[in-house]
């Protein structure tokens, strides 16, 4: 009896896995994400997938949920199944050894591969001729932010300085430690913003708290969370208010999940809550539809976006030019190719206008 | 209550009396046993003293209340796993059932006019109705959780782990829902966000949010569980011997699954809050949220050994970690120091606890 229904659960196991698989994988598009959870990515893979369902061609997602073993593992099962084409958003920018363990499996295979998304170095794209990235100059968004906070403060300095004491206090909050992009936006989006306001005669931003040498607040489970931002934020504004004098007066964010949730903090200790209230400049990253909506409420400052849509289209177009042998970057805007190994989906500034 | 007080002095007294009649060695020991005894009140006065004599703001009013709605926030889920731990398990799929009832909440409960809705044709639908949703599905994973561990007596981690891991899925999936793609979910009904992180009562200028009178609420009903019921006492039987409940004539399967339910009923509740007080969900929201409620437990003196805990030991936990989160950002401690002194934490209260339950036997 046991052993019968052992048997007709693995049945039923099998068919609901070869159902999932859509039966014949030979020749799939594999694509792999470092993870599902994460806001943006899901938008890109959206679009991606309204395309290649459209297409009509084979393609398979994964999660790697994180975690480099685990999609190097995948990458390897995809090529065992005979994947005609790798498009990898790889997990570990830390270093090039994954991104180079993976080219070098699908070279030995002869199937292109697409990084895109997360930084993956020049050196590793150009030791394979079937290689191209696509993704963003990880640095610009930092610059773009650091820029859009020079401009908006010096335009309306005073009204900013809350305390008047001629200088802008701020409080840095970053998704990760480790992660290159994220260590960029934190860096340059103060350092830019600096320049700007240093041309204007203005001095530079000072942190809110002189005794942390870092400079920044950071996500300890390295998820970029609105949590951590709320907790962080309520903690900060029990020792900093208007009523103490020493407010925090900008509160700049590596994307909008922080930034939304610094917000949230604010706005349960009656800050940035629409008009009549007292309201925080508050700069993320990313143009989410929720931070979108909180700068046209008045009650977020501005965010840099990325293109998803774009994003998915050149890799999709890059993809299918592999596929068909035509030319690689046959089809995409001339101005976003970088030498002859990456396509830049450009940035811009959203600030509601 | 007079008498009461006359027979705690009574009892204070003659206690007075016989530590006076002891043999020094005897003496010496029962000043250590009561310092280990009481070790977590001990470390957190210190640690109280340090930060303020530090940081003179530490004990502001201000930052009282925030550590307490800190803490508020962080005991619904707490005071769910407990009940679990009691019974000799644990529940890892807390963090993740937080993620999908805020998901599921803030979902249901966008502005009408919000131009990124998930359900676009929605109106906002009336709060207490979304609140007996999500504790339903809390629920619902509670007895999926606890019907497997009674019925097939898989230990809890298992079963956890599985249900963590399907739960997940489904907040994924949850949010791919519609025209969302997978976004992050805000743009939540004022009646919302009001009812949970809106003013309770303002003292001096700093505002005491909803959600703390929640939680005391909560509390207050766990206590009260815990406690006064046959399905408290029972709930501690079966921790302490599941053999002997069984004998005794406990129905062990069902106490076994209402724990987990009530268990799931606080995730439940904890993702109505969480949804509200974040006020952006996403798929990370919830994200190890067990591992401090775990930690907090068993800082709190709620046993892996099974059988003891107390719901003012969770309370202390909760708060103590609370306080060293403030603590160290109010001090500008390296974060990462964060990890080292929880694991520290977490390794002596745990070892303090021990060393009473091997006195005992």
């Known amino acids: 009896m046991k052993k019968l229904a052992a048997i007709i659960l693995s049945i039923v196991l099998i068919c609901s896995l070869a159902a999932c698989g859509g039966g014949d994988s030979a020749g799939e598009i594999s694509v792999f994400y470092y993870t599902f959870s994460d806001p943006y990515i899901s938008t890109v893979r959206a679009a991606m997938d309204a395309i290649l369902d459209e297409s009509g061609r084979n393609y398979n997602n994964y999660d790697a949920n994180g975690n480099q073993t685990t999609q190097t593992e995948q990458v390897q099962t995809a090529l065992a199944k005979n994947s005609s084409l790798l498009i990898v958003n790889v997990v570990d920018t830390g270093s090039n050894d994954a991104a180079q363990n993976i080219v070098d499996l699908a070279k030995e295979k002869n199937v292109p591969v697409i990084f895109f ?51 802008i ?159 690689t970057f046959d089809g995409i805007e001339s101005d976003n190719i970088v030498g002859d190994w990456r396509v830049n989906i450009p940035y811009s500034t959203y600030t509601g206008n | 209550m007079s008498e009461i007080n006359v027979s705690q002095k009574n009892n204070l007294s003659g206690r007075i009396a016989s530590f006076r009649a002891m043999e020094r060695a005897d003496k010496r020991r029962t000043i250590i046993d009561t310092l280990f005894n009481n070790a977590m009140y001990i470390i957190i006065f210190i640690a109280i003293i340090f930060i303020t004599i530090r940081e003179p703001g530490f004990l502001s009013l201000n930052s009282i209340v925030n550590i307490i709605s800190l803490t508020a926030a962080k005991l619904p889920i707490a005071l769910g796993i407990g009940g679990a731990i009691v019974l000799t398990g644990t529940d890892i799929s807390a963090g993740r059932c937080v993620g999908l009832t805020a998901c599921i909440a803030a979902s249901l409960l966008q502005m009408a006019n919000y131009p990124n809705k998930m359900f676009p044709d929605l109106d906002v639908m009336p709060l207490w109705l979304v609140l007996l949703l999500v504790i339903a599905v809390g629920a619902a994973v509670g007895f999926v959780n606890g019907f497997f561990v009674a019925k097939f007596k898989l230990h809890p981690f298992i079963v956890t782990l599985s249900t963590q891991l399907i739960v997940y899925g489904m907040v994924l999936l949850y949010l791919m829902n519609g025209t969302n793609n997978g976004q992050t979910l805000s743009g939540l009904d004022s009646s919302y966000t009001d009812f949970v992180r809106g003013p309770l009562f303002t003292i001096g200028n700093v505002s005491v949010p909803k959600f703390v009178l929640y939680a005391i609420i909560l509390t207050v009903i766990m206590w009260f569980i815990w406690n006064k019921t046959k399905f408290g006492k029972n709930m501690f039987a079966v921790g302490s011997n599941e053999e002997a409940a069984n004998v005794s004539g406990v129905n062990v399967f069902w106490t076994i699954v209402l724990v987990f339910v009530l268990a799931g009923i606080m995730y439940g509740i904890t993702g109505f809050f969480e949804g509200a007080r974040i006020s952006s969900c996403s798929s990370n929201t919830g994200l190890n949220y067990e591992s401090d409620a775990i930690a907090a437990c068993v800082i709190g003196g709620v046993s892996f050994v099974g059988g003891t805990g107390k719901i003012s030991g969770i309370v202390i936990g909760v708060l103590l970690l609370q306080i060293i989160f403030v603590g160290l950002n109010f001090l500008s401690v390296d974060q990462n120091m964060l990890y080292i002194i929880k694991g520290l934490i977490i390794l002596v209260a745990c070892a303090i606890d021990m060393r009473k339950y091997l006195a005992r036997k």
């Open chain 1, 117 to 167: 998304n997360r930084s993956v170095d020049e050196s590793v794209v150009k030791s394979y001729d079937k290689c191209a990235f696509v993704g963003t100059d990880y640095e610009m968004a930092g610059h773009m932010q650091g820029e859009m906070i020079g401009e908006f403060l010096v335009a309306n300095y005073d009204q900013y300085d809350l305390n008047k004491d001629g200088k």
């Open chain 1, 169 to 327: 206090s701020y409080v840095m909050f970053k998704g990760q430690e480790g992660n290159q992009e994220a260590i960029a936006r934190t860096q340059y989006a103060v350092e830019d913003c600096n320049t700007i306001l240093k041309e204007a005669g203005k001095p530079e931003l000072s942190f809110y708290d002189s005794a942390n040498s870092n400079r920044y607040l950071v996500d300890q489970a390295g998820q970029w969370s609105a949590a951590a931002a709320t907790d962080y934020m309520s903690t900060i504004l029990a020792q900093y208010s208007s009523a103490n004098n020493n407010m925090v007066e900008l509160v700049i964010a590596n994307n909008d999940d922080m930034a939304l949730g610094a917000i949230s903090a604010l706005q349960t200790a009656g800050y940035n809550n629409g008009e009549g209230t007292t309201i925080i400049p508050v700069f993320g990253v990313d143009a989410t539809t929720a931070a979108q909506d909180k700068i046209k409420e008045g009650n977020m400052a501005g965010t840099i976006k990325q293109d998803a849509d774009g994003m998915a289209s050149s890799i999709t177009t890059i993809a299918f030019n592999y596929l068909d042998e035509k030319d």
